[in-house]
Structures are given as C-alpha cells and as structure tokens.
C-alpha cells in the first residue's frame, strides 16, 4: 500500500457533473467550487480540520435548487475517501470530536468499519444559511456515510446561530474524519479481530 493515499473520482449525471480529489496524507490543502458558496466554505473546513487536501469542482442544476449538487457530492466524497483508503490497514478505525463554535456545541464519532449508517441529531432555526438549505446538511452527510461505508453520528448538543451550529458539525467532522484515518504503527493490518474492515 502506497504511503500516499490519493484518488480522484468523477460522477456525471444529467443533473451534476461532480470531480474530487483527495489526499489524505495532504496539508489540508483546498480548492473547493460548488456554486453554492456557504457550502464551499463547509467543504473547505473539512479540508483544514482534517489535514486531508481536498480539490471539489462541481456544476450542478442550481436552478432548481442546491440539493442535487449537495448530495452528489456528497456521494462523490464518500466514494474518494473510500477508495483512497484502500484496505484500511494500519488505520485508527475510529474518530471523535467535539467542537465549540461560540454558543453551539457539536460533537461527531465515527467507524470506518464498512457498515454505513447515519445517526443525525440537529435541529436548526434558520432554514438557509447563505443560498443553502439547512436541511441539505443532513442529506450530505447521509450520501457521504453510505458512499464511504462509514459509521457515522453527529449531534448538536445545544446553539442558536445556525451558521454556528453547522460550521461546528463541519469542524467536528473533520477531526474526527483525521483522528479515525491516521494510522499507528502498532496496528498490524487492520482494527477488527474479524481481520478486514
């Protein structure tokens, strides 16, 4: 397995057209265009948080409204990191974080363990943040947990300022994302007594 764990995927359909990139022995390095610029911003914190470099180029049928573009790349995310792990040897397995963003709260724990799952626990008072659905949050993590095989929960334990609320599920995401891909020597092939991930 290559030091470097590194992929790019591309998904096309008649309503995206979505390309990612990733590594995640990087310097969370960013380069991130959605079209949907509080979504970029989100992106871009997971890139910082977790150490991973992160390139996102994606046109999507904004016209309609943001959810395609949202999902898929969120799907396409999920597919990249996945691939980019390869075996999973060596690897953590799991990640948990939890993040302050001035009054909210957020806390995410995850298992790459190959079981999809989703546990989303958030309710937002605003319904937009920017030109972003608030409810697009839960259907991204969603397409990512499912395309990446990965255990994922999150939970906003309490806030008011939505921006606030979201942009620590983010950070959280994205620290909890580093802790569970990193990897420890000690680990011989990977974290389950089942001898695959």
Do not use: W
């Not at 390139?55 to 597919?79: M, P, Q, R, S, W």
């Not at 060596?90 to 999809?116: C, H, N, Q, W």
């Amino acid at each position: 397995m290559s030091s470097i764990r590194k992929t790019e995927i591309f998904r096309i359909t008649s309503e995206t057209d979505v390309a990612v990139e990733v590594n995640l022995d990087g310097e969370g390095i960013y380069n991130v265009d959605t079209g949907i610029g509080f979504f970029d911003h989100m992106l871009s914190l997971i890139s910082k948080h977790s150490i991973i470099d992160l390139n996102i180029k994606a046109k999507g049928d904004l016209y309609v409204d943001g959810h395609h573009t949202v999902e898929d790349v969120g799907i396409t995310l999920g597919k990249c990191i996945q691939k980019a792990l390869g075996d999973k040897s060596g690897i953590k397995r799991y990640g948990t974080a939890f993040v302050p963003m001035d009054e909210a709260l957020a806390v995410v724990s995850m298992d790459i363990s190959g079981r999809p799952f989703l546990v989303f626990d958030g309710k937002f008072n605003s319904e937009k943040v920017g030109k972003m659905d608030s409810e697009l949050v839960e259907e991204f993590f969603r397409a990512f947990a499912v395309n990446s095989g990965i255990t994922l929960h999150i939970k906003v334990l309490y806030g008011k300022n939505t921006h606030h609320m979201i942009e620590g599920i983010f950070k959280a995401f994205g620290r909890a994302l580093r802790e569970a891909i990193s990897k420890d020597d000690r680990i011989k092939g990977v974290m389950s007594t089942k001898g695959s991930l």
